[in-house]
């Protein structure tokens, strides 16, 4: 199920050269932020892309300009501030969403919930508004409680898609890819680890027995890799040293997964991406589960798949902080006025 046919970008560079070419409108909203830069770059260089929509309170027109100079077909607009959000999603048919303040040293990613929570539903209010049709993959923190917060102002407006709103956990797939790699002296684009839950913390639960090709770890080295992979994220927040958190890596999974959106949006059959998404697969609302790509968001759930104990554990583990997480987001659209 999950063999290298189906991982989307066996590199991101050769996704960029050889996918056919399509005629999408693409949002990026938080375009001038430490991810909505370099992930605007990587979007600009797809021939999927002929519109590439940059949005941000500040600083926008200057990265559009910028970007606008690069020898490759989509077209590049900025908009700036809230009187421009709505020109920014106007017959848009994928908006990725990094907006909203980084970690620092010492902040989990809960601590963002606040200030990420309202500038995230002030951005899937004018989705909701201007391009309800449109694929929605917000990377914006916490993502455990901002799928739900953005699900719920969807439903508000009566346009709610479960199959179009994706929650980016692509960064852990990546890095758990990166780090067996580096165990097994594997090449990490031959690398498919599936990572199933939530994204933060003891949610996130790389499937290290499904990992393709078949690699194996001794009790305590397995331990302490599912624990890096899990704590990956604050790895580089301390490595910063207040100077942000992940973004460029944070930018190619964001890239890495829009591209496997508009891959199956343009036909290609057997796209497989985990994502945090609206499920039935456990007791939790919401949760990150390998999903067949189709030309209208999710064809199908592949769910969990067959689980080691350890496995198993750790997802009895995580059920209890994620449904918290979204429950906290459903609150915040609840109580919002």
Request: with cysteine.
């Amino acid at each position: 199920m999950f063999s290298r046919t189906v991982r989307p970008t066996v590199s991101l560079v050769r996704s960029l050269s050889t996918s056919s070419q399509n005629n999408a409108k693409v949002a990026v909203l938080g375009a001038a932020g430490g991810i909505g830069q370099p992930l605007s770059l990587l979007l600009k260089n797809s021939p999927l892309v002929s519109h590439l929509s940059l949005y941000d309170i500040a600083h926008t027109p200057g990265v559009a300009a910028d970007l606008s100079h690069i020898e490759t077909r989509a077209r590049v607009t900025g908009h700036i501030g809230a009187d421009q959000l709505d020109a920014a999603l106007q017959g848009c048919d994928v908006v990725v969403i990094p907006a909203g303040v980084p970690r620092k040293p010492g902040m989990t990613r809960d601590d963002l919930f606040n200030t990420n929570a309202t500038i995230v539903a002030t951005l899937a209010d004018a989705c909701a508004r201007n391009c309800p049709e449109a694929m929605i993959c917000i990377i914006a923190n916490p993502v455990n409680s901002t799928i739900p917060i953005t699900s719920e102002v969807m439903k508000k407006y009566g346009v709610y898609n479960p199959n179009k709103l994706f929650g980016v956990t692509t960064l852990d797939i990546v890095r758990a890819n990166t780090f067996v790699a580096e165990l097994k002296g594997l090449d990490p684009a031959r690398v498919n680890v599936p990572v199933i839950g939530g994204h933060a913390g003891k949610t996130i639960i790389p499937l290290i027995s499904q990992c393709t090709p078949k690699v194996e770890f001794p009790a305590d080295q397995l331990s302490a890799l599912t624990g890096r992979i899990q704590e990956a994220g604050t790895e580089v927040v301390k490595a910063k040293a207040g100077a942000g958190s992940a973004t460029l890596s944070m930018a190619y999974a964001g890239a890495r997964f829009t591209f496997s959106v508009l891959d199956a949006m343009n036909g290609k059959e057997g796209v497989v991406e985990c994502s945090f998404v609206s499920s039935e697969e456990t007791e939790c609302k919401y949760f990150s589960t390998p999903l067949l790509l189709g030309k209208n968001g999710i064809e199908k759930n592949l769910g969990l798949g067959k689980l080691s104990a350890f496995e198993e554990n750790l997802v009895a583990d995580a059920i209890d902080e994620l449904k918290a997480s979204i429950k906290k987001g459903e609150n915040f659209v609840a109580n919002m006025k």
